[in-house]
């Protein structure tokens, strides 16, 4: 009886832990995020994919953290039928993200070197 309180009471710890880390993680790296989908909305925009009206939305958007968040990779749908993946990488120099294009060889290099995604919204297991 009392191993199976303790088991219950310990699964019960480990779940509330990974619960809290998950918003630790997301505090985090909250404003990185967000710096980066306004660039994109910016960027889609000066490229006319979008009216200036649409801007991409977080909650409608894929987004991988690598790196301690230098590297966040965003994944949408313009529309119905066109799947977008783009790579942001932080600029230490200028102090800001720039958008690497998707078939470019430092494209090819930064996701080779890429370990595992630290964080993870609005994805299943990527």
């Known amino acids: 009886m009392k191993i199976s309180v303790f088991l219950i009471i310990s699964s019960l710890l480990f779940i509330y832990g990974c619960e809290n880390q998950k ?12 710096q980066v989908i306004t660039q994109e909305n910016i960027r ?3 490229e006319n994919a979008v009216a200036d009206d649409e801007i ?6 894929g987004i991988v953290v ?5 590297v966040i990779e965003l994944m949408y749908e313009v529309d119905s039928s066109k799947k977008i993946e783009v790579l942001y990488v932080f600029n230490k120099k200028k102090d800001q993200y720039e958008w690497v294009p998707v078939h470019s060889a430092k494209y090819n290099k930064i996701t ?6 630290e964080y ?5 297991v990527k």
Do not use: A, F, P
């Open 66 to 70: 690598y790196s301690n968040g230098e």
């Open 120 to 124: 993870i919204e609005n994805l299943g």
């Open 56 to 61: 991409q939305k977080r909650e409608d958007t």
């Open 23 to 34: 918003e630790v993680d997301q505090k985090k790296y909250d404003n990185r995020i967000n």
């Open 44 to 46: 889609l925009q000066k």
């Open 112 to 117: 080779g070197q890429l370990k595992d995604h």
